[in-house]
T-cell receptor, first 111, second 114 residues
Framework: QKEVEQDPGPLSVPEGAIVSLNCTYSNSAFQYFMWYRQYSRKGPELLMYTYSSGNKEDGRFTAQVDKSSKYISLFIRDSQPSDSATYLCAMWSSNDYKLSFGAGTTVTVRA | KAGVTQTPRYLIKTRGQQVTLSCSPISGHRSVSWYQQTPGQGLQFLFEYFSETQRNKGNFPGRFSGRQFSNSRSEMNVSTLELGDSALYLC?????????????FGDGTRLSIL
């Protein structure tokens, strides 16, 4: 079993819809949680970074962390065609200096 | 502020050759990490360097090696290339690699093995 499991997708939604992306994890040592966005032929771009359980909002993006359930989510409100990309969840453990990534979810927002 | 710069962007090699990839971190960042990204395995951690010292290493064979210079620039070397080494190799930098500091990625080097 992988340390980080991400809903595989792909997702296709109409413009203006809410996109919901989810990851679960098994390693209790994970303490910091990130969401990256990756466009084709580009590197991952940091979207959200959070430590504590609860919600963190940044514009149209909301990151949700539930440490008791080992579950994180990213919500994209009022989705735009420019949001079409692959979204990766990533986590730091308290024990080492590396990120563990989910497999990624490809999202297409239809105009 | 310039981002993470990786060179070259694309490389084509044949089996058995070796290759060196380069990464210049964001100015002031001293931690550099390398990742391999493939469609089947996703993003996998290779190694992390800080102050010219390797602090952590992923589960890759010894053919994969790296180093970091005093200016924090880093290189990654892969020897005796295999077809399975075809991938996007990503470099990420952070201030000092501590867990409360996010990593920022370059656009990668796409390596194709023929």
């Amino acid at each position: 079993q992988k340390e980080v499991e991400q809903d595989p997708g792909p997702l296709s939604v109409p413009e203006g819809a809410i996109v919901s992306l989810n990851c679960t994890y098994s390693n209790s040592a994970f303490q910091y949680f990130m969401w990256y966005r990756q466009y084709s032929r580009k590197g991952p771009e940091l979207l959200m970074y959070t430590y504590s359980s609860g919600n963190k909002e940044d514009g149209r993006f909301t990151a949700q962390v539930d440490k008791s359930s080992k579950y994180i989510s990213l919500f994209i409100r009022d989705s735009q065609p420019s949001d079409s990309a692959t979204y990766l969840c990533a986590m730091w453990s308290s024990n080492d200096y590396k990120l563990s990534f989910g497999a990624g979810t490809t999202v297409t927002v239809r105009a | 502020k310039a981002g993470v710069t990786q060179t070259p962007r694309y490389l084509i090699k044949t089996r058995g050759q070796q290759v060196t990839l380069s990464c210049s971190p964001i100015s002031g960042h001293r931690s550099v990490s390398w990742y391999q990204q493939t469609p089947g395995q996703g993003l996998q951690f290779l190694f992390e360097y800080f102050s010219e010292t390797q602090r952590n290493k992923g589960n890759f064979p010894g053919r994969f090696s790296g180093r970091q210079f005093s200016n924090s620039r880093s290189e990654m070397n892969v020897s005796t290339l295999e077809l399975g080494d075809s991938a996007l190799y990503l470099c990420a930098s952070s201030l000092d690699g501590q867990r409360n500091q996010p990593q920022h990625f370059g656009d990668g080097t796409r390596l194709s093995i023929l």
